[in-house]
């Protein structure tokens, strides 16, 4: 039965009726009930996507979930329910009066004696829950209109030990390869894919930036990449090309950050002002903006252009939901912003043009 039972009830106890469903999953995930093998990393998906979908819910999973790990003798169920934990942080937060119950249970959990817990390592997760759990309740569940992906929830799972450079903080993903690239003033990533994408012969191929490369090679490099892997054997420029759209748009905050975005869209036609606002975007924001700003205008020669059929208004098409990322949920909204997301863009390629571009 559910811990807990809400005020409203939907259609006759239609409420608790999916209060107590994903408790059953979740027992699934966590080995406690019989499972076939081949169904644990869906069930994973089926608990996140509903907490995603249902606000309702989540305070019960969560409850469900500390529940389960408290004085879990089996190591397996135990690191399961951990998992689980960082997982669902990573695309929603419990209700703000439950937030300060559930930091209080992870906080119990970041004892050094928890370290190796029944050769869990209890605590690795729990500092990483608390992490996610401070920021999760900042910036509310994950934004937009798409649910959860089946990879979205596996780099979640993994994320306390293998931490990815894709669907992280930009901050994050400069720890991430400080020790490889100390010296470096942005993302490694994007150095490489942007030239990358130019070696391939970007500037002589039609619908560049436009065309997506096929998925499962796309999907290959990204992997690669991750492990910092230069790959050398690709020639199709739409496969890296594709990548660098994606590694910005799964960025947890986007390139611009939400309390810019008004004075972005405001001022996307005034280029004094569309300046002004992405030369006061955070350093690290700005210099990578810039960087990539200089890249793209490497695309809008007429020469290129004309074998590309890629002018400046269809590489700010394609490029401004990348950078920009609308703070409402209400597709009309997002409609009616997506123009002058692209003229923002479109003003910055046209006019931009400081001298601190990162090498």
């Known amino acids: 039965k559910p811990l807990i039972y809400l005020n409203v009830i939907w259609g006759g106890g239609g409420v608790v009726e999916h209060l107590c469903i994903p408790f059953l999953v979740l027992q699934m995930y966590m080995g406690?009930?019989?499972?076939?093998?081949?169904?644990?990393?869906?069930?994973?998906?089926?608990?996140?996507?509903?907490?995603?979908?249902?606000?309702?819910?989540?305070?019960?999973?969560?409850?469900?979930?500390?529940?389960?790990?408290?004085?879990?003798?089996?190591?397996?169920?135990?690191?399961?329910?951990w998992e689980l934990f960082s997982t669902c942080l990573g695309f929603f937060p419990p209700s703000p009066k439950f937030a300060m119950y559930l930091e209080g249970y992870i906080y119990r959990h970041l004892e050094p004696d928890r370290a190796n817990y029944k050769g869990v390592p209890v605590s690795v997760h729990a500092n990483h829950c608390y992490k996610r759990l401070e920021r999760m309740t900042q910036t509310g569940a994950k934004k937009g209109l798409k649910k959860p992906t089946a990879d979205e929830v596996e780099r979640a799972r993994r994320a306390p030990f293998n931490p990815s450079m894709f669907g992280n903080t930009l901050d994050d993903v400069m720890d991430i390869q400080q020790k490889r690239h100390p010296g470096l003033e942005i993302p490694w990533i994007v150095t490489f894919l942007t030239k990358f994408v130019l070696q391939c012969g970007a500037q002589k191929t039609e619908g560049i930036f436009r065309v997506p490369?096929?998925?499962?090679?796309?999907?290959?490099?990204?992997?690669?990449?991750?492990?910092?892997?230069?790959?050398?054997?690709?020639?199709?420029?739409h496969v890296p090309a594709s990548l660098l759209k994606l590694w910005f748009r799964e960025l947890y905050f986007p390139l611009v950050p939400d309390n810019y975005y008004d004075e972005c869209v405001y001022n996307c036609d005034h280029v004094a002002n569309?300046?002004?606002?992405?030369?006061?975007?955070?350093?690290?924001?700005?210099?990578?903006?810039?960087?990539?700003?200089?890249?793209?205008?490497?695309?809008?020669?007429?020469?290129?252009?004309?074998?590309?059929?890629?002018?400046?208004?269809?590489?700010?098409?394609?490029w401004a939901p990348n950078f920009l990322r609308c703070p409402s949920s209400d597709p009309k909204e997002i409609y009616d912003y997506t123009r002058r997301e692209m003229t923002f863009l479109r003003t910055l390629m046209e006019n931009w043009n400081p001298t601190d571009v990162p090498e």
Not at 41 to 47: A, M, Q, S
Not at 215 to 221: M, R
Not at 285 to 290: G, I, P, S, Y
């Open 32 to 81: 406690d009930k019989r499972a076939k093998k081949d169904v644990v990393k869906k069930l994973g998906l089926e608990i996140v996507t509903r907490g995603w979908v249902n606000p309702p819910l989540r305070d019960e999973i969560f409850i469900q979930l500390a529940r389960q790990t408290t004085g879990n003798t089996h190591p397996q169920s135990l690191l399961h329910g």
């Open 213 to 237: 490369g096929d998925i499962d090679e796309v999907n290959s490099l990204k992997t690669k990449v991750d492990s910092f892997e230069e790959s050398k054997n690709l020639r199709d420029p």
């Open 274 to 318: 569309a300046v002004s606002v992405a030369d006061s975007l955070p350093s690290l924001n700005r210099l990578l903006l810039l960087y990539t700003i200089r890249f793209l205008q490497e695309f809008t020669r007429d020469d290129v252009v004309a074998v590309t059929k890629m002018d400046i208004s269809n590489l700010a098409m394609v």
